[in-house]
């Protein structure tokens, strides 16, 4: 019962710029839109997560478009070792968190 | 960023036994953990969320009996497999987030495989 729809996979170069498009057209005004990857055989790590705002850290950039229906996450300069599933999720604030099938991104050099 | 740690990171144990997954949060305190399962090839699949002092709460289709889950402190949640069977082998990851507001994110375990044989 995932509410994000994502592309099950991309590819991109090595050194590019990876772009992964999440879809979440029935966002409500208090769910956050966040980002995890997992590589093979290990938990999911946390990547980022906005509300509104688009958001930066040193992994990422996070841009939500001004309606909240979709957002991007942005990989600056993809290497081999981002390969991996990119799960966005969204949620209420104090809420569990649920998968969906999310994106297999494979970096290739 | 914060810690969660699994233990044991893979486990194999003869069908019928019983198996204990750790999950605890190292340099945090979470009032709510959750348990994940992952087959082959799929997607992470909520499993029960647990709160600290309480009875955890369980998704449709999975057994409350079968999985216990036991939430006793803010750093530290147990999963028991009771009567372990082949189709019970499976990824099973552990998340905690840590007490507060404002679009907290939760931290994931490395995920503990087990292997029923």
């Known amino acids: ?109 | 960023g914060a810690v969660v740690s699994q233990h044991p990171s893979w486990v194999i144990c003869k069908s019928g036994t019983s198996v204990k997954i750790e999950c605890r949060s190292l340099d945090f305190q979470a009032t709510t953990m959750f348990w994940y399962r992952q087959f082959p090839k799929q997607s992470l699949m909520l499993m029960a969320t647990s709160n600290e002092g309480s009875k955890a709460t369980y998704e449709q289709g999975v057994e409350k009996d079968k999985f216990l889950i036991n939430h006793a402190s803010l750093t530290l949640s147990t999963l028991t497999v009771t009567s372990a069977h082949p189709e019970d082998s499976s990824f099973y990851i552990c998340s905690a987030r840590p007490l507060g507001g404002g679009g907290t994110e939760a931290f994931f375990g490395q995920g503990t495989r087990l292997t029923v044989v």
């Open chain 1, 1 to 109: 019962d995932a509410k994000t729809t994502q592309p099950p996979s991309m590819d991109c170069a090595e050194g590019r710029a990876a772009n992964l498009p999440c879809n979440h057209s029935t966002i409500s005004g208090n769910e956050y839109v966040y980002w995890y990857r997992q590589i093979h055989s290990q938990g999911p790590q946390y990547i980022i997560h906005g509300l509104k705002n688009n958001e930066t850290n040193e992994m990422a950039s996070l841009i939500i478009t001004e309606d909240r229906k979709s957002s991007t996450l942005i990989l600056p300069h993809a290497t081999l070792r981002d390969t991996a599933v990119y799960y966005c999720i969204v949620r209420e604030d104090n809420n569990d968190m649920r998968f969906g099938a999310g994106t297999r991104l494979t970096v290739k050099p």
